[in-house]
């Protein structure tokens, strides 16, 4: 079997690409290999002037130019079908590790339309997905910092072990948020809410981040910030300021065609953050793991 393999959606434009900037920053995990796959979609749209898309020399090109950059063993995949359902398809095999995507593409002409096929990718992969949103701001050199939203959930927590097992293996420090807000009745002459109840809802969500951070365990340094105000607008605030280099969260599942769907926070988090967001739910781990387990690497 592969060693673990980071799985990267292409649809030949230069956006979608950028995708292959973020492995650097990734390059102290254990050792893994790369996957690009570009889906030949029959129903799709190739106006391009006369000229003749080759899908299939697009993704080999490409696999060759980042093996030789990198160093990394990269294989070609170029299956012909519905992009989003051989993209699940392939991401369904044991050894895909992530799933490392741009939620935005696309050429001019419509070749997939990458922003609807990462969002069904993102939805519905059986592993997690490290995506990278139209707002992000570009490629960090290191994830320095990794913010970790929190809402006093389990299912929430279900992201800690995934920005440990990073932070210890890419040497970033987390900072772990809640955010809360008040539910009262608002001052009739100020229209806000008082002072005293903000002070009190934060100490409370203060005391839950410290017990989180000593059950954590980490060498890393573990920073939080209890806030108030909207989840989304907490955190997007949050990496902006402090600034973060990536978020990772979880989003709720159900069952259904899609088979997941987003929660809003993470959606309004995922469209707006300017630092890329890791996607993780129950039962992934087992498949993140030998991404992040020490253990010698391969000879180069």
Not at 78 to 104: D, F, K, M
Not at 234 to 248: G, K, Q, W
Request: hydrophobic share 45%.
């Amino acid at each position: 079997m592969p060693a673990p393999t980071i799985l990267i959606p292409l649809d030949g434009s230069k956006l979608a690409e950028t995708s292959l900037l973020y492995l650097n920053a990734l390059r102290n995990l254990a050792p893994f290999d790369v996957e690009l796959i570009h889906v030949d979609d029959p129903e799709a749209e190739h106006d391009l002037g006369g000229k003749t898309w080759d899908a299939a020399a697009y993704v080999r090109k490409t696999a060759t130019a980042l093996a030789e950059r990198s160093g990394l063993t990269v294989r070609a995949l170029c299956p012909r079908g519905t992009p989003y359902a051989a993209i699940l398809a392939q991401a369904e095999n044991p050894w895909v590790s992530l799933v490392l995507t741009t939620t935005h593409g696309r050429t001019g002409f419509e070749r997939w339309a990458m922003g609807s096929v990462a969002d069904k990718v993102i939805r519905g992969a059986p592993c997690p997905v490290l995506a990278i949103g139209p707002a992000t701001r570009g490629a960090p050199p290191s994830f320095d910092r990794i913010l970790v939203p929190l809402d006093g959930s389990p299912l929430a927590e279900e992201a800690l072990p995934f920005a440990k097992g990073l932070a210890e293996r890419l040497g970033s420090s987390l900072l772990l948020v809640r955010a809360v807000t008040p539910v009262t009745v608002a001052d009739e002459l100020t229209d806000s809410i008082p002072a005293a109840v903000v002070e009190s809802y934060e100490l409370v969500a203060g005391k839950y981040l410290e017990e989180v951070r000593l059950e954590l365990e980490t060498a890393r340094p573990v920073d939080i910030a209890p806030s108030t105000g909207p989840a989304a607008e907490v955190i997007l605030a949050r990496v902006e300021e402090e600034p973060c280099d990536l978020v990772v969260m979880t989003s709720h599942g159900r069952h259904g065609f899609l088979r997941f769907a987003l929660g809003s926070v993470t959606q309004r988090v995922l469209e707006a953050s300017a630092a890329p967001v890791l996607i993780v739910r129950p039962g992934q781990w087992e498949r993140f793991e030998p991404l992040v387990k020490a253990r010698e690497r391969r000879p180069a």
